[in-house]
C-alpha cells in the first residue's frame, strides 16, 4: 500500500529523524497547543452542559401557554386628532383552547420526548403558624417527571400525586418545619374568594434553584385546578424535547401552526444563551488563535529545515527526484508533526481534563462539573491538527520542490 | 550505419543575465561529442565553464542557445520533468563533496535510486546494491552511516550510487578533490575498473593534471571554448595487462 509514497515517506522520516532536536521541539510544541485546544474545548463544553443542566433541568424547553390578552384601543373618529393612552390588562388565569386535543398532536409531533399540562397559579402554604408564598404547580406527574426529570430530583419521599397529596421544594420543606407525610394547608385567592386545600406531602424535591426549591408545591392537575380556579383547565402545556438547540425553531413552527402563545427557553433565557454564545465564540477565538500559531511553528521549523536540507534535496533531483515527490516529502514532514503532535496533545489533554476531576473540587468535596473528551472530539481536533500541519508545510514544501538542484548541489 | 554518439553538443552558448548590464556569456560555440564507453576528463582553469557545462550535460541547467543530443535525442527544449527522468536513466553523479545522504546508511545510499523509481526496494534491487558496495570493496560498511565512513570510503560509496542503476554516463565533477593523494589513487582506480567493466562513459572534471592524464580523453576549456581535445593512452597503472 502506498509504494508511490514509499519513497517520499522514508526520506521525510528519516529527515524527521535526522533533526532530531529540532523534531522534537516542534511535536512538543504542536502537542501543547493541541493540548490546549482540546482541555479548553472539553472544559468549555462540560461546562456549557453543566450549565444548560442546571438551567434546564427544572424547566421546560418550550412552553405552550395562551396569547397575552390585550386592551383593544377605541376606535379613531372620522376627523381630528386623538389622544390615546393604553393600560396594559392584567393577566389573569386563563386556559390553553382544546389543551386535551393538543397533547396527542405535540405528543406525535418529531423531535417531542415529552408533554406535560399544568396548571400554574400563586398561593400561599401554611403549618401552624408559619405562612409562606408559593408557586403552585399542577400537574400530571407522570408526564412532568418527564420534563424536567424529576426522579433524579428526588430528595426524600416517593414521586406519587394522588388526590390530597403533594411534592414541595427542599427549601420551602425546612421554612414550613414539615416532613414526608405532614399535611400542609395551601391557600389561593383572597378574602371570601379565597380557597384552600390541605395537601400530604409524598416526597421532597431539588430542582438545583435555591428560588424554586423555597417556593415550588407540586398538587394534582384536578387539584390545582380547582385551587387556581381553571376547573378543566391547563394555564400551559410544557414540552421536553431530544435536542435542546432545536427548541426555538420547533417553538416557532408552533406558533405559526396555532394560535397559542409558544416560547422556547432560549426566549425565557436571553442573557444565559447571550453568555454561551460569547463563550463559544471565544473559545473559538482561542482555538483559531492556537491553530495559527501551530501552523506558523510547523512552517518555520521546516522552512530551516530545506534551508539545512537545500544541498540533500540537490543531489535528491540530480538523481532523479522530481519536483512533485520533493513537494510530497515536505508535506508528509508537515503530517507527520501534525498527527504525532496531535497524538501527543490528546494525550496531555486527557491528563488535564483527570488533573481537573481530581483536584479541583467545590466545597461538597465533588467535582465541579463532569468534563469529558469525546473521542469524536479528539478525533476532530486531530484532524485539524495533522490537516494544519500540512498546510503549514505547503510553503516550504513549494520552496524546496523550486529550488535549482544546480545551485542547491553547487556541482 | 554507425551508432549515434551517447553526447553531442553543437554550437552550444550558454549566457548568464541576459538581456541586462551584466550580462555574461560563459560558453561560447562548444562543440563536443562523447561516444558510450569513453573515459574522459574535463579540465581548464577556474572561470572557463567547466562547472556549468557539467551542469549542462548533467541536464540540471539548460542552455542559451545550440543543440543538445542525449542518445540521438534532442533534449534543448524538454521540460523538467521530462529532464528529471532523463536524468534518472542516463545519469549518475559522483559529486566532489560525495553528498550521500547523512540519514542513510551506506546500502540505502546505494538502494535509493531504485527507492525512489519504483516507492520499494525488491530483493533483487538490494541484491545488486550489495553487488555493488562489493565491487567497491565496501560490502562490510553496507550499514554504516556516511559519518562513519572515511572520505575515500564516503567517494566509493557515491560511486556505487552512481553505478547501480547502470547509466550510459557518469559525469563526476572533481571526485578526488577533496581526498588525500592515496585515497585519490583508491577513487580513480576505481572508477577506471568500473568503466572497463561496466562499460560506463565517465565524463571527470579536474584540477589534478595528473589525473587527467590517466584518462583515455583531455578535453580542455579555456574562456567557454575547447581550446584542446586529444586522445591519449592512459597510464599502465589503471589498465592492467591482459
Given amino acids: ?411 | 550505419m554507425s551508432a549515434p554518439p551517447l553526447l553531442e553538443l553543437a554550437d552550444l552558448r550558454k549566457r548568464y543575465n541576459v538581456g541586462r548590464p551584466n550580462e555574461a556569456e560563459v560558453l561560447r560555440g562548444l562543440s563536443l561529442s562523447l561516444a558510450a564507453g569513453e573515459f574522459a576528463a574535463l579540465i581548464g582553469p577556474s572561470g572557463s565553464g567547466k562547472s556549468t557545462l557539467l551542469n549542462i550535460i548533467g541536464l540540471l541547467e539548460p542552455l542559451t542557445t545550440g543543440s543538445y543530443r542525449l542518445q540521438g535525442d534532442e533534449v534543448a527544449g524538454l521540460d523538467d520533468a521530462a529532464l528529471t527522468l532523463r536524468r534518472r536513466r542516463t545519469l549518475g553523479f559522483v559529486f566532489q563533496f560525495h553528498h550521500l545522504l547523512p540519514a542513510f546508511s551506506a546500502l540505502e545510499n546505494v538502494t535509493l535510486p531504485a527507492l525512489m523509481r519504483d516507492g520499494t526496494v525488491s530483493a533483487a534491487e538490494r541484491d545488486r546494491a550489495l553487488a555493488m558496495l562489493r565491487a567497491v570493496g565496501l560490502e562490510a560498511a553496507a550499514a554504516k552511516r556516511p559519518g562513519e565512513l572515511s572520505g575515500g570510503m564516503q567517494q566509493r560509496v557515491a560511486i556505487a550510487r552512481a553505478l547501480v542503476g547502470a547509466p550510459p554516463l557518469v559525469l563526476a565533477d572533481e571526485p578526488t578533490g577533496n581526498l588525500d593523494t592515496a585515497a585519490s589513487d583508491e577513487v580513480f582506480r576505481l572508477m577506471r575498473r568500473m568503466h572497463r567493466e561496466l562499460g560506463t562513459a565517465f565524463l571527470i572534471v579536474t584540477h589534478d593534471p595528473r589525473l587527467a592524464a590517466r584518462c583515455d580523453r583531455v578535453i580542455e576549456l579555456v574562456d567557454g571554448r575547447i581550446a584542446r581535445d586529444e586522445r591519449q593512452v592512459a597510464a599502465a597503472t589503471d589498465n592492467p595487462a591482459p
Avoid at chain 1, 479548553?40 to 438551567?55: C, D, H, P, R, W
Avoid at chain 1, 408559593?134 to 414521586?159: D, F, M, P, Q
Fill in chain 1, 1 to 411: 500500500m502506498l509504494s508511490w509514497l514509499g519513497f517520499e515517506h522514508r526520506v521525510a522520516l528519516r529527515f524527521l529523524r535526522e533533526g532530531r532536536m529540532q523534531s522534537l521541539l516542534i511535536i512538543v510544541g504542536v502537542a501543547a497547543g493541541v493540548a490546549v485546544v482540546a482541555y479548553i474545548s472539553a472544559l468549555v463544553s462540560g461546562l456549557q452542559a453543566n450549565t444548560l443542566e442546571k438551567t434546564l433541568g427544572a424547566q421546560p424547553h418550550v412552553t405552550l401557554s395562551p396569547p397575552d390578552e390585550v386592551v383593544a384601543a377605541a376606535a379613531a373618529p372620522a376627523s381630528g386628532a386623538q389622544l390615546l393612552q393604553v393600560q396594559p390588562r392584567a393577566q389573569r388565569p386563563r386556559s390553553v383552547a382544546n389543551w386535551q386535543a393538543l397533547l396527542p398532536l405535540l405528543d406525535a409531533a418529531p423531535g417531542v420526548a415529552a408533554v406535560s399540562p399544568m396548571v400554574a397559579g400563586a398561593g400561599l402554604a401554611q403549618r401552624g403558624e408559619a405562612t409562606k408564598s408559593i408557586a403552585l404547580v399542577g400537574v400530571e406527574i407522570e408526564r412532568y417527571a418527564r420534563i424536567v426529570n424529576l426522579n433524579s430530583k428526588l430528595v426524600a419521599g416517593t414521586l406519587r400525586l394522588g388526590p390530597g397529596e403533594g411534592i414541595l421544594g427542599r427549601d420551602l420543606a425546612g421554612d414550613l418545619g414539615v416532613r414526608v407525610g405532614d399535611r400542609v394547608n395551601l391557600v389561593t385567592g383572597t378574602g371570601a374568594g379565597a380557597v384552600s386545600d390541605a395537601v400530604r406531602i409524598t416526597a421532597l424535591v431539588d430542582l438545583g434553584v435555591r428560588e424554586l426549591n423555597r417556593r415550588t408545591v407540586l398538587v394534582p392537575l384536578r387539584a390545582a385546578q380547582s385551587l387556581v380556579g381553571l376547573p378543566g383547565g391547563a394555564t400551559n402545556i410544557d414540552l421536553a424535547l431530544d435536542d435542546v438547540w432545536q427548541a426555538p425553531g420547533l417553538a416557532k413552527s408552533l406558533a405559526q401552526r396555532w394560535p397559542y402563545k409558544v416560547e422556547s427557553w432560549q426566549d425565557t433565557n436571553a442573557p444565559l444563551v447571550s453568555a454561551l454564545n460569547a463563550q463559544s465564540i471565544s473559545t473559538g477565538l482561542i482555538r483559531a488563535v492556537v491553530m495559527v500559531v501551530v501552523v506558523l511553528g510547523i512552517a518555520s521549523v521546516l522552512v530551516v529545515s530545506v534551508v539545512q536540507k537545500r544541498r540533500e534535496i540537490g543531489i535528491l533531483r540530480a538523481m532523479g527526484t522530481t519536483r512533485g515527490q520533493v513537494l510530497r516529502i515536505f508535506l508528509l514532514q508537515g503530517a507527520v508533526v501534525g498527527a504525532l503532535g496531535s497524538a501527543l496533545g490528546v494525550g496531555l489533554a486527557v491528563g488535564l481534563i483527570w488533573a481537573f476531576t481530581h483536584f479541583v473540587k467545590g466545597s461538597d468535596g465533588l467535582p465541579l462539573f463532569i468534563i469529558t473528551l469525546h473521542p469524536k472530539m479528539a478525533l476532530q481536533i486531530a484532524a485539524i491538527a495533522t490537516v494544519c500541519g500540512v498546510i503549514a508545510a505547503v510553503a516550504p514544501a513549494r520552496r524546496a520542490a523550486a529550488l535549482d538542484p544546480a545551485q542547491a548541489i553547487r556541482l
